[in-house]
């Protein structure tokens, strides 16, 4: 039995993403018409360099909001391309994303988590955040 718990310990840690996602907003307190500075940062957890596939500038490709009223408008985009970014173990690559609430949102809190997929991998969720949209 004791051998059985040490081969599923080890599988779990085998197969754990060496990715992790984080979002931490400039505030927690949204109205509507203003964005906020959102920073989004892929953080190399593993001890050996990690490549994901970004795109230059269609982000849409590789965020995705947990909360389609907590969105973001997307903008021009005349040389976009896939490219690849190396990450150093601990090492991370950050964007800042100005989001703010959808016309239609309700007032009131909103759980945020953004998605972030890239090159064929799975997607990988970020920390959770408490959003409060307000008039």
């Known amino acids: ?29 949204w109205r509507a018409k203003t964005p906020v500075d959102v920073v989004l940062a892929v953080t190399n957890t593993s001890k050996t360099k990690q490549s994901i596939k970004v795109w230059l ?4 490709d590789n965020w995705r909001s947990s909360d389609p009223a907590l969105t973001w408008s997307p903008w021009g985009c005349d040389k976009n391309y ?3 970014e190396v990450l150093a173990p601990g090492a991370a690559k950050t964007w800042t994303l100005q989001m703010y609430p959808a ?10 988590r953004m998605s972030f997929t890239a090159g064929g991998r799975a997607p990988q969720w970020s920390n959770e955040v408490v959003i409060t949209v307000v008039k």
């Open 82 to 84: 896939e490219r690849d």
């Open 103 to 112: 016309p239609t949102a309700e007032l009131g809190n909103h759980k945020l």
């Open 57 to 60: 500038c269609s982000w849409e």
């Open 1 to 29: 039995m004791k051998t059985l718990l040490v081969l599923i310990t080890l599988g779990a840690v085998a197969h754990a993403d060496p990715l992790a996602v984080t979002v931490k907003p400039a505030t927690a307190t």
